[in-house]
């Protein structure tokens, strides 16, 4: 911001005789005027030619001719100085002024000498000393004025320059250094007055221009920034610094290609400009250039290789390219340049975050929260990763912070409100989520905006509208820096005839995971004469577990692509001629829908692990049945959509252990057993106060929940004890091996499921343990996909569509022993004849649309 103007002081061709007098003893005009004058007329032709060793021996040899002539000393000492000799300069100066007392420019000289070696306080004291001797000394009021601002003496510099322009109000220069004071001071107004004074004297005063325009900026007037920065070029056309200024500005407007034009016109100037290279690679990286990018940093970092920012940005890049281990190895260099950078810790926390390592990522966010303690993002950072860590209670304050200090946070919004209903914390839930939904409706969707559409698809109220638009903003999040980057791989995907299709399942759920659990089987028993059948996984790898090995055994080809970059993921798959790659993650935690983005395979599929649209052009279908997503809801999915008979895959082969006792399990021997074992950010107050009204209605009844965190325990039973219902009878389950869990829900008469985000693979364990399942159906696809299973299972009399009809339907079958015992029993006649669980059935209803989407795309005119 600060561009401080020198002036170099020569001495004058005609310097005056020096007064005083001269050294005791001796007489003050020389012994041998002829010989001194010959040899300072002499040395300085030689310093107005710039040969300064001649000079300096011509002066030698005047004060060797006249020792008691303080000029001599004088243009000595300046010679002297000009050639960095400080000490000897210092010698000769002090020598001038011995002579002569009164010589003003041998004191400047010797606060200029002084300024060099690094004594600020000698040099002030040295140009206060000139401004006695001479007030009107103009230069000096510059150069004081600039070495008290360095040394932090503002409130003096102010003074000095003032009596400056005191003295010269038509001084532009000094109107300049004043302006500057004041922007050190952040008093902008009276800076902005200053500058504007120096150009009314000096029009052509390139600098002040770009002064003015940097306030401008600051400022968020960019127009008048740009006018500015452009009367500065018309200047001084060839100033790169002035070109990068201009591209800057062009680029907080958004208008990346005149910015590009500048930063490239800059580099022409200056090939070696490390801002203009770091702000290009900015573009580059902006637009999905991400090699060009690197390429920028990385000339960035030869160039000044102490660059934590750069650091910072190349970590940043390897972060988006999913490449974390060079990501933390370039944060951490960033640390070690500048250890109290908080973006930079705060940047590495967020690495941490994405490899499940929380301690490291909390002591991160914790420490850049020290550094920069306002920060309404890092508080939110710091609360996901607490919530990761099991810390509620400390997850709830950081995003609450988060909130307090940035309102409008609707990131930080939607963290609050999913957490909240994990911990079963209602007071202002509603208000919240009403705040989260119309911001997705009415907001632009920029980073503290975006909202997580697998959060949102719990969020109370959310509609089909709503979700789809949630969807399509974080899409565009994740397809921002990728679309150039997608085409410059160039993917062609024309295809030899052959008689397999190549399916290439893409998650980051093989392991012991709902996912794995539902589509193990299907994996094995798909026809090897027709499809062949590979897996790209990239989430975590419980290799020892019993799940992931039968998962690698089923699949004709097992790739593991966790420590790949998201292009080198996305190359691999092409590479491996994939045909219809299927998504089984969605939106829902590790996702790297970004290697979706980057158009690996020429069809692409969304089915089981996202219950909604991804809202991206980068997905071609979404698998559903019918009842999931009926004709009439299909604008609301950016997806073609795909029918299959009925939804859900299932895994026949899942074991059920030895049922245990209701004692075992924690419940009573006698009386109804209602249960849910949902994740309890699904269970919000709506279906709990049903729930609290079925306990009151059918005396000796519990409710059997799985609710692992104590906080949402707490919670449940003071909710409970609000509505008249004793505590203690809410029993909470824990987590057990799924052959357990489903033996120990033969325990259970009846499960109530919740809305507006039903049970998917919890209802359906229930429903293979012959336990019936009660659901509420709502217009969105997660509000369906229980219905969708009982439909499947032939028990559509399960189904209800309002809470009224879901209450009183659970109150009969509690209450109606027959009617229950004819459910139940056409449930387990069901198991072995209905759709729901006939795993060869729906294998090959799968692979018959994607032979449809196959032969759609071969058959259309786009494919290539």
């Not at 390219?321 to 926390?349: F, H, S, T």
């Not at 091996?737 to 809305?755: E, G, N």
């Not at 209450?815 to 795993?839: C, V």
């Amino acid at each position: 911001m600060f561009n401080w103007f020198n002036k170099k002081i020569a001495v004058p061709d005609n310097q005056a005789p020096a007064t005083g007098t001269g050294v005791p003893g001796k007489v003050a005009t020389s012994s041998l005027p002829n010989e001194y004058a010959a040899h300072k007329k002499r040395g300085n032709e030689y310093l107005a030619q710039g040969r300064l060793e001649e000079a300096t021996e011509c002066y030698r040899q005047a004060v060797v001719a006249n020792p008691g002539h303080a000029e001599g000393f004088l243009n000595l000492g300046f010679a002297l100085k000009e050639q960095h000799l400080f000490e000897e300069a210092e010698h000769a100066l002090k020598q001038a002024v011995l002579l002569a007392p009164q010589m003003v420019d041998a004191y400047y000289f010797l606060g200029s000498i002084a300024q060099e070696r690094g004594n600020p306080a000698k040099a002030i004291e040295y140009f206060q000393k000139s401004l006695e001797l001479k007030p009107d000394f103009e230069i000096v009021y510059g150069d004081l004025c600039q070495l008290m601002f360095q040394s932090g003496q503002l409130e003096s510099a102010t003074k000095v320059i003032q009596q400056g322009l005191a003295l010269f109000p038509q001084s532009a220069q000094f109107h300049c250094y004043l302006g500057n004071l004041y922007v050190a001071e952040k008093k902008l107004e009276q800076a902005v007055s200053c500058y504007r004074k120096a150009l009314a004297i000096q029009p052509d005063y390139a600098e002040v221009h770009v002064l003015l325009g940097n306030i401008f900026k600051e400022q968020g007037e960019l127009d008048d920034a740009l006018d500015c920065y452009r009367k500065a070029l018309a200047l001084r056309p060839d100033s790169f610094e002035i070109n990068n200024n201009l591209g800057s500005t062009f680029h907080d407007q958004g208008n990346l290609n005149e910015a590009e034009t500048c930063y490239r016109k800059a580099l022409e100037l200056n090939p070696e400009y490390v801002e203009a290279n770091n702000n290009l690679g900015v573009i580059f990286r902006k637009r999905g250039k991400l090699s060009e990018a690197e390429a920028c940093y990385r000339k960035v970092l030869a160039l000044r290789p102490d660059s934590p920012a750069t650091c910072n940005n190349l970590a940043n890049l390897f972060r988006l390219q999913g490449n974390l281990d060079e990501a933390i190895a370039y944060y951490r260099k960033a640390l070690e340049l500048k250890p109290d950078d908080a973006e930079v810790y705060n940047n590495l926390g967020a690495i941490f975050q994405d490899h499940l390592n929380m301690d490291d990522a909390v002591a991160c966010f914790s420490k850049a929260l020290m550094l920069r303690p306002n920060d309404p993002g890092i508080h939110n950072n710091l609360g996901f990763a607490l919530q990761v860590q099991g810390k509620p209670d400390e997850a709830l304050s950081c995003f609450r912070q988060a909130i307090a200090l940035k309102s409008d946070f609707h990131a930080a919004k939607i963290n609050l409100v999913h957490l909240m209903q994990l911990v079963c914390e209602w007071k202002d839930l509603q208000l919240l989520s009403e705040e989260v939904r119309r911001s997705v409706r009415e907001l632009p969707p920029t980073g503290e905006n975006r909202i997580p559409p697998f959060s949102f698809l719990a969020v109370s109220g959310s509609t089909p509208s709503e979700q789809k638009l949630c969807a399509s903003n974080w899409a565009q999040g994740v397809c921002q820096n990728l679309n150039l980057n997608r085409e410059a791989m160039g993917f062609n995907f024309r295809r030899e005839p052959r008689q397999k299709i190549h399916i290439g399942y893409l998650s980051a759920d093989f392991r012991n995971h709902p996912v794995a659990h539902l589509m193990a089987e299907v994996i094995k028993i798909h026809d090897r004469e027709h499809f062949r059948i590979s897996a790209y996984s990239y989430g975590p790898d419980d290799a020892s577990g019993a799940m992931r090995k039968r998962l690698e055994r089923a699949f004709d080809r097992f790739v593991d692509i966790r420590e790949f970059t998201h292009e080198a993921a996305a190359r691999q798959i092409y590479a491996d001629q994939v045909d219809i790659l299927v998504d089984l993650t969605g939106y829902t935690q590790f996702h790297r829908s970004a290697i979706l983005a980057l158009r690996p395979a020429p069809v692409q599929a969304e089915y089981l692990g996202y219950l909604g649209t991804m809202g991206a052009d980068f997905m071609d279908y979404i698998i559903a049945d019918r009842f999931l997503i009926p004709p009439e809801h299909q604008r609301f999915f950016s997806e073609k959509v795909a029918y299959l008979s009925s939804y859900q895959a299932n895994d026949r082969q899942s074991a059920i252990a030895e049922t245990p006792t209701r004692k075992s399990c924690g419940l009573p021997e006698e009386g109804i057993v209602f249960c849910c074992f949902n994740q309890t950010y699904k269970i919000l107050p709506d279906i709990f106060e049903i729930w609290m009204r079925l306990l009151k209605a059918v005396p000796g009844s519990v409710f059997w929940i799985f609710a692992p965190n104590p906080v949402a325990i707490s919670n449940l039973q003071r909710e409970a004890q609000a509505k008249g219902v004793a505590p203690e009878r809410l029993i909470f389950a824990e987590s057990v091996p799924l052959d357990k869990h489903l033996a120990r829900l033969k325990c259970a008469d009846l499960f109530l499921d919740t809305l507006p985000y039903n049970a998917g693979t919890t209802a359906s364990n229930a429903l293979w343990a012959g336990l019936p399942v009660i659901t509420c159906t709502g217009e969105t696809f997660s509000s369906r996909m229980a219905g969708s299973l009982l439909i499947a299972l032939d028990v559509p009399e399960l189904i209800t569509y309002n809470l009224e009809d879901y209450y009183a339907l659970a109150l009969e079958l509690a209450t109606d022993k027959n009617k229950y015992t004819g459910i139940r029993n056409k449930i387990m006649a069901n198991r072995e004849s209905a759709r729901l669980f006939d795993s060869t059935k729906f294998t090959r209803d799968l692979e018959n649309v994607y032979q449809r989407m196959w032969d759609e795309y071969t058959n259309s005119p786009h494919s290539n």
